[in-house]
Nanobody
């Protein structure tokens, strides 16, 4: 079993900052990438940041320059530092783990429970 436990989130004013964390535990296997997604009410889930096992990061234009994804390999934890937050960043944020299980060598994705980020004045 693989579990992703998220922490952080909350209410911040526009222009503020927030840091999200996600810790993976269990039979992790081989990690290909970790990522953050978000989903606003009435919207589809969208990718906001990803980091590969080599440390390569990727961001959509909507968050580029404001969000930073980082990884702690020792405890399989991924962080999302969010700066210069805007009201349109308001959403439920989910961490995602892309891995290959060593039990059957299947490629799997696992999701955190989600955490609310609200940007409002």
């Amino acid at each position: 079993q693989v579990q992703l436990v998220q922490s952080g989130g909350g209410l911040v004013q526009p222009g503020g900052s927030l840091r999200l964390s996600c810790a993976a535990s269990g039979s992790i296997g081989i990690i290909y990438a970790m990522a953050w997604y978000r989903q606003a009410p009435g919207k589809e889930r969208e990718l906001v940041a990803t980091i590969s096992n080599s440390g390569l990061t990727n961001y959509p234009d909507s968050v580029k320059g404001r969000f930073t994804i980082s990884r702690e390999n020792a405890n399989n934890t991924v962080h999302l530092q969010m700066n210069s937050l805007k009201p349109e960043d308001t959403a439920v944020y989910y961490c995602n783990l892309d891995l290959r299980r060593t039990t059957d060598w299947s490629r799997r994705h696992y999701w955190g429970q989600g955490t609310q980020v609200t940007v409002s004045s």
